[in-house]
C-alpha cells in the first residue's frame, strides 16, 4: 500500500473535487467511499430494500465497483454503470438512512480497506470517517470544511442543472440535516481525528484549496523523492560522478571495471531539491557470466527511475553497444540527460562533442574527479525533476526528537512513552551516545521518537565520541518535525540549555519544552523556577511547556497534546487577505519608526511558507528590529502559533 491521504468532512465542502485534483496531480488513485454509500442506497431503491439483510442481499447480488481515475471516476452494481444515477435527489434523501446502518457501514468498511490497500504508490480518499475508522494511520489527514452558506451555494451549483431556479434555501436545510445526522449517528460518527488538520475552504477556490494540501504533502516529504538513475557501460565512471553529487565517498570507486553490481541508491540535495541517486553496473549488450544480472538490475533501474543519466567516457567516445543502450533508454520516454565524463579541459570538451551524434542533444561536459562541471549537471538534473518521485520515504509518522543535555531524563522518556527499556538509562552522563529511533502509540496516535545523544558544550569544543554524538544530534534535529527539549526542573536552568533551545529555534523547529524530574522539586525549588523561566525563557515564551516525571511517568499524557499544538502551528497558514486586513489595522494603529527622516511605508503582506510559517512583509524602507519583533508578537496575538517559531523578513522595495 502507497501514501494514503484521508480527507474527510462535511458535505458541500468541496472533498470530492479537491481529492481528484490532488490525485491527479499526484497521479495516484482516488476512492470517493460517499459514492460507496450512495451506491448501495440506489440498490436498496432499486431492490425496494427496507431492512439491512434485504440490502445486503442486494449489495451481494449485485457488488460494487469503484474505478479510482480521478479523471473519470465511475461506480458500478454489478455490470451496471451508475456513476450517474447515485446523483439524484433520491438516491440524496436516502443515502444518510442507509449509511447510519451499521451492518451497511461494516460490509462497506471491508471493502474501503481492500481498494485502500490495492493503491501502488498512492491514494486519496474522501469520506467522513476515514481518519477515524477506516485508514486510522493514514499518512496525511484532513478535515475540510466551510461555512453552511458557501456549502450550500456550491452543492445548489451542482444540482441546479436541469432545474428551473436556483434553491439555495432549500439544499441549505439539507445540508444541515444532514450534517446533524451524520455527525450524531452511534456508528463511526463524522468527527475530525485528533491528529487531522482542519482546511476551512470557505474563502478558498478549489486551486487554492488543493494548493494547500499539495504543500503539506511536500512539506512532510510524502510525495515520493525522485529517483535519478547513473547508467553506461562499465568503467565510465558512474560511481564516481554519485559521489560528487553526495560530497563525500560513499559509492566504491576502482579502476577495475564492474566493481558495482547492484542497484544502490542514496539520497542527495541541491538547491533546495532532494532526490535519489541510484547507482547501477555496467550495462552490456551481449553480457555473460555475471554481467547477465548486472545487465538485467541496470534494465530494472531505467523502469524506476525518473529521470535518467546516460554517462560516456569521453575518452574511449561512444562505441556500437551505446547505441544500443540509447534505444533501450528511449523506450522508457522519461528525461535522459547525455553525460561526458573525464572532460578535464577545453581540448577534451572540443573532442566530447562527437557525441552529439548518439541523437540525445547536447551532452554535460563533466569531470566526475576533479568536479568541473558537475554544479551545472546537477541544476539541470534538478530542472528535470518530477514533483512526485518513485522512492518513498516518509511512511506519515510524525518525526519527534527528545534533545537536551546529559543526565536530564531523555532516555527515562523515551522508555516510560515506549512502556519499554528501549534506551540505556544510567546515572554516568553520557550514557546514550547514537540516535535511538522507535514508533510509540501515545494519545492515539504513533509518532516516531529519537532519543538522542546529551548535548554538552559547542561542537568546536568537543572531541572523539562526544563530537560524533553532537553530530548525530544535530542530524536528527535537522530530520525531526518537533522538538521535545528536555530540562532538568531540580537543578538551575545553565547555559547549555539556552543554548540547545536557541539551536532548535534557529533550526526552524515546532518545540516542546519538557520540565523533567518534577518529583524532585521541593517548595523553595518551585519558586525559584518560576523565576527562572520568566528570566531566561522570556524569548521562547510560545514554546509548549509541560512538567512531567519521566521516572514515575507522572503527567506524561500531557505530551502528546501539546505535541499536536505545537504541529499545528508549525503548518498553519493564513489567507492573505486576513493577513493583509490584519496589517493595515495594525499600521494604520502603530505606523512604523521614522528613520533617517523617512517614515517607511508598508506595501503588503505574504506568508512565504510553513513549517515554520514564515512572513514577508513588502515596504518602501527599512524597519527597525524592533518594530519586526512588535509585528511577530502582534502576529501570534491574532493568529496563535504557540509552539512554533515564526519569521518575519523584510523586502524594500524603492519608491516609484
Known amino acids: 500500500m502507497g501514501i494514503v491521504v484521508a480527507i474527510d468532512g462535511p458535505s458541500g465542502a468541496g472533498k470530492s473535487s479537491t481529492s481528484k485534483a490532488i490525485a491527479l496531480r499526484a497521479n495516484w488513485n482516488y476512492l470517493d467511499t460517499g459514492a460507496l454509500y450512495r451506491g448501495v442506497a440506489w440498490l436498496a431503491l432499486k431492490k425496494k430494500a427496507s431492512t ?37 435527489a433520491e438516491v440524496t434523501n436516502k443515502v444518510s438512512e442507509v449509511s447510519a446502518l451499521p451492518e451497511v457501514r461494516e460490509v462497506l468498511l471491508i471493502l474501503q480497506r481492500k481498494m485502500i490497500a490495492q493503491a501502488q504508490r498512492g491514494i486519496v480518499v474522501e469520506g467522513r470517517d476515514i481518519g477515524t475508522v477506516v485508514v486510522p494511520d493514514a499518512a496525511l489527514k484532513l478535515f475540510l470544511t466551510a461555512d453552511l452558506e458557501a456549502r450550500a451555494i456550491r452543492r445548489d451549483a451542482e444540482l441546479v442543472i436541469g432545474q428551473s431556479s436556483s434553491q439555495v434555501d432549500i439544499v441549505s436545510q439539507s445540508l444541515a440535516q444532514r450534517d446533524h445526522t451524520d455527525s450524531t449517528r452511534a456508528t463511526s460518527p463524522l468527527a475530525m481525528a485528533s491528529d487531522a488538520i482542519e482546511i476551512d475552504s470557505t474563502s478558498l477556490n478549489l486551486e487554492e484549496t488543493a494548493e494547500r494540501i499539495w504543500e503539506l504533502l511536500r512539506e512532510r516529504r510524502l ?88 554517462v560516456v567516457d569521453s575518452h574511449v567516445g561512444a562505441l556500437d553497444e551505446d547505441d544500443v543502450l540509447v534505444q533501450e533508454l528511449r523506450k522508457m520516454k522519461k528525461p535522459i540527460i ?6 578535464d579541459g577545453p581540448t577534451d570538451e572540443a573532442e566530447a562533442h562527437a557525441l552529439w551524434n548518439l ?9 566526475a574527479l576533479h568536479g568541473r562541471g558537475s554544479g551545472d549537471l546537477l541544476d539541470q538534473i534538478t530542472n528535470v525533476l518530477p514533483e512526485v518521485g518513485g522512492a518513498q520515504v516518509q511512511d506519515g509518522y510524525r518525526r519527534v526528537a527528545l534533545i537536551g543535555r546529559p543526565n536530564v531524563g531523555k532516555s ?47 561542537a568546536n569544543q568537543q572531541s572523539g ?63 525559584y523556577l518560576d523565576r527562572e523561566i520568566d528570566r531566561h525563557l522570556d524569548q521562547v515564551e510560545w514554546a509548549q511547556r509541560v512538567n512531567l516525571a519521566a521516572k514515575t511517568g507522572w503527567h506524561r499524557d500531557r505530551l502528546a497534546p501539546a505535541l499536536r499544538t505545537a504541529l499545528n502551528s508549525w503548518e498553519r497558514r493564513v489567507p492573505t487577505s486576513r493577513l493583509n486586513s490584519f496589517l493595515g489595522s495594525l499600521v494604520a494603529a502603530t505606523p512604523p519608526p521614522v528613520r533617517g527622516g523617512k517614515q517607511p511605508k508598508i506595501m503588503y503582506a505574504t506568508q512565504a511558507g510553513i513549517a515554520p510559517p514564515r512572513f514577508v512583509i513588502f515596504t518602501t524602507g527599512f524597519l527597525e528590529a524592533s518594530y519586526r519583533r512588535f509585528i511577530e508578537r502582534r502576529l501570534r496575538e491574532e493568529f496563535g502559533f504557540p509552539g512554533t517559531p515564526v519569521q518575519v523578513a523584510v523586502r524594500v522595495r524603492e519608491r516609484d
Not at 61 to 80: C, I, M, R
Not at 263 to 282: A, I, K, L, P, Q
Not at 425 to 443: A, F, M, S, Y
Not at 483 to 511: F, N, W
Request: proline residues 4%; aromatic residues 6%; hydrophobic residues 40%.
Open 338 to 343: 547525455l553525460i561526458a565524463n573525464k572532460v
Open 465 to 527: 565520541t562526544d563530537y560524533y554524538a553532537t553530530l548525530r544530534t544535530q542530524i536528527a534535529l535537522e530530520r525531526c518535525e518537533v522538538a521535545v527539549v528536555v530540562l532538568d526542573a531540580s537543578v538551575p536552568i545553565s547555559e547549555q540549555d539556552l543554548r540547545i533551545i536557541t539551536m532548535v529555534e534557529d533550526a526552524g523547529k515546532a518545540m516542546v519544552i519538557v520540565m523533567n524530574k518534577w518529583d524532585l522539586m521541593d517548595e523553595d525549588r518551585a519558586n
Open 223 to 310: 510525495l515520493g523523492l525522485p529517483i535519478v538513475a547513473v547508467l553506461g557501460r562499465p568503467n565510465v565512471g558512474k560511481s564516481t560522478l554519485i559521489n560528487r553529487f553526495l560530497g563525500r565517498r560513499e559509492a566504491i570507486v576502482e579502476d577495475t571495471p564492474g566493481v558495482t553490481r547492484d542497484r544502490v541508491t542514496y539520497e542527495c540535495t541541491w538547491n533546495g531539491r532532494d532526490f535519489m541517486v541510484m547507482d547501477t553496473g555496467g550495462w552490456e549488450s551481449k553480457p555473460n557470466g555475471i554481467s547477465i544480472g548486472v545487465s538485467l538490475s541496470a534494465e530494472l533501474a531505467m523502469q524506476e527511475a525518473d529521470v535518467l543519466l546516460f
Open 412 to 458: 527515562s522518556l523515551l522508555n516510560i512513552l515506549a512502556g519499554q527499556n528501549r534506551s540505556l538509562v544510567d546515572d554516568v552522563p553520557g550514557t546514550t551516545r547514537d540516535p535511538v529511533d522507535e514508533l510509540i502509540e501515545i494519545g492515539g496516535s504513533i509518532w516516531r521518537f529519537v532519543d538522542t545523544a546529551g548535548i554538552r558544550r559547542r
Open 359 to 367: 541523437g540525445l542533444g547536447e551532452p554535460a561536459f563533466v569531470s
Open 52 to 88: 439491512p439483510q434485504q440490502i445486503l442481499t442486494a449489495l451481494s447480488d449485485s457488488p460494487l465497483k469503484f474505478v479510482g481515475d480521478p479523471t473519470n471516476a465511475q461506480l458500478f452494481a454489478g455490470d451496471v454503470d451508475i456513476t450517474s444515477q447515485i446523483r439524484s
